[in-house]
């Protein structure tokens, strides 16, 4: 729970919070001389800003982009005047100091600038995520963190467990993957708008084989995938077997103002699995995003899934790694 020095400029005059939820942490922060408000559609830029400077503190650079935000907040299943919270300098020009968000009462994210830390923020912000989270009756809430970071120091002094660790991954310059020649009868292509729910199927087939959670939406997936700012057709590509039918995806983004070429999302159906057909999506997407100006290419993975050393036996290398902290909620906690 760390950003940069420089706090970020954030609109509007914040709102008094009076909920049981909310009450506690709005008490704290104005013993500090803070005020706190939930976030509106408006703030994507000051929390992104927030975010991409303390990822460059701890990381040297930022991995998180304002599409992201945006993408992620308008899943309808996302409401951000109960699941969001600001915490702001007060006055006629505030500015974002710290937040935190809490999807489906179990997926946070949180960050407090450079300059306020030390001052209770984080922990408070942790206890509000917490609420949100017993409130909503999930029981476990949890959130990446880079490894080592002052975030990840602080939820483990909090009493937030690793459940799982994450890596990104690069392929270093001047390196390509392999090419993977296809099973006959197989290709890759874009996919058409009316196989978006049949491609949403077989991605969440893939993860929830390892993913305990509820299955995804198709509405929450559109809303992070297709409807993400700055998405184009071509960044969504499937593989299709003798049937024409799509057996396997790819979500590719490109991130770092068109620089790095990110895959996002990576599934081949079980049934269709040990044909090379993956290897296959991951080279074509690569692929075209060099053709688009991309310098490097990147993709992530975590410990769940057993793949990361498929990623690195095809050259790629991990340039950072996470880890996924989680407390329980339930009424015991």
Same mark, same amino acid.
């Given at each position: 729970?760390?950003?940069?020095?420089?706090?970020?400029?954030?609109?509007?005059?914040?709102?008094?919070?009076?909920?049981?939820?909310?009450?506690?942490? &709005?008490?704290?922060?104005?013993?500090?001389?803070?005020?706190?408000?939930?976030?509106?559609?408006?703030?994507?830029?000051?929390?992104?800003?927030?975010?991409?400077?303390?990822?460059?503190?701890?990381?040297?650079?930022? $991995?998180? $982009? $304002?599409?992201?935000?945006?993408?992620?907040?308008?899943?309808?299943?996302?409401?951000?005047?109960?699941?969001?919270?600001?915490?702001?300098?007060?006055?006629?020009?505030?500015?974002?100091?710290?937040? &935190?968000?809490?999807?489906?009462?179990?997926?946070?994210?949180?960050?407090?600038?450079?300059?306020?830390?030390?001052?209770?923020?984080?922990?408070?912000?942790?206890?509000?995520?917490?609420?949100?989270?017993?409130?909503?009756?999930?029981?476990?809430?949890?959130?990446?963190?880079?490894?080592?970071?002052?975030?990840?120091?602080?939820? $483990?002094?909090?009493?937030?467990?690793?459940?799982?660790?994450?890596?990104?991954?690069?392929?270093?310059?001047?390196?390509?993957?392999?090419?993977?020649?296809?099973?006959?009868?197989?290709?890759?292509?874009?996919?058409?708008?009316?196989?978006?729910?049949?491609?949403?199927?077989?991605?969440e087939d893939a993860f929830l084989e +390892?993913?305990?959670?509820?299955?995804?939406?198709?509405?929450?997936?559109?809303?992070?995938?297709?409807?993400?700012?700055?998405?184009?057709?071509?960044?969504?590509?499937?593989?299709?077997?003798?049937?024409?039918?799509?057996?396997?995806?790819?979500?590719?983004?490109?991130?770092?103002?068109?620089?790095?070429?990110?895959? &996002?999302?990576?599934?081949?159906?079980?049934?269709?699995?040990?044909?090379?057909?993956?290897?296959?999506?991951?080279?074509?997407?690569?692929?075209?995003?060099?053709?688009?100006?991309?310098?490097?290419?990147?993709?992530?993975?975590?410990?769940?899934?057993? &793949?990361?050393?498929?990623?690195?036996?095809?050259?790629?290398?991990?340039?950072?790694? +996470?880890?996924?902290?989680?407390?329980?909620?339930?009424?015991?906690?």
């Amino acid at each position: 729970m760390s950003s940069h020095p420089t706090p970020s400029p954030i609109a509007g005059a914040p709102a008094s919070a009076t909920d049981d939820v909310t009450a506690p942490l &709005a008490a704290a922060m104005a013993g500090l001389g803070l005020v706190v408000r939930p976030l509106t559609t408006a703030d994507s830029a000051a929390v992104f800003e927030l975010m991409a400077q303390d990822e460059r503190d701890v990381l040297g650079e930022a $991995e998180i $982009e $304002e599409a992201d935000l945006v993408g992620d907040w308008q899943r309808p299943s996302f409401d951000l005047g109960t699941q969001s919270i600001g915490v702001l300098t007060p006055g006629p020009d505030p500015r974002l100091v710290g937040y &935190a968000e809490v999807y489906e009462g179990r997926w946070g994210a949180a960050t407090v600038a450079v300059a306020h830390r030390g001052r209770g923020i984080g922990t408070a912000l942790a206890t509000w995520m917490q609420a949100v989270s017993r409130r909503d009756g999930r029981g476990l809430v949890g959130m990446p963190v880079p490894a080592g970071s002052p975030g990840d120091r602080l939820l $483990e002094a909090l009493g937030y467990a690793v459940a799982w660790t994450s890596w990104v991954l690069a392929l270093p310059p001047g390196e390509q993957v392999q090419p993977q020649p296809l099973p006959t009868g197989y290709a890759v292509r874009t996919a058409e708008p009316d196989e978006y729910r049949a491609v949403h199927d077989v991605i969440e087939d893939a993860f929830l084989e +390892w993913s305990v959670r509820e299955r995804e939406r198709f509405e929450d997936f559109a809303a992070s995938t297709v409807r993400r700012p700055g998405f184009e057709p071509w960044h969504l590509r499937v593989v299709t077997d003798e049937t024409l039918t799509p057996v396997g995806a790819c979500l590719l983004q490109l991130a770092a103002e068109g620089t790095v070429g990110y895959v &996002a999302r990576l599934a081949v159906r079980l049934d269709r699995r040990g044909r090379g057909l993956a290897r296959a999506l991951l080279v074509d997407a690569f692929a075209l995003a060099r053709e688009h100006g991309a310098e490097r290419s990147e993709l992530s993975t975590d410990s769940r899934t057993g &793949a990361l050393g498929l990623y690195e036996r095809v050259g790629m290398v991990v340039t950072s790694t +996470w880890v996924h902290r989680v407390r329980d909620t339930g009424p015991r906690a």
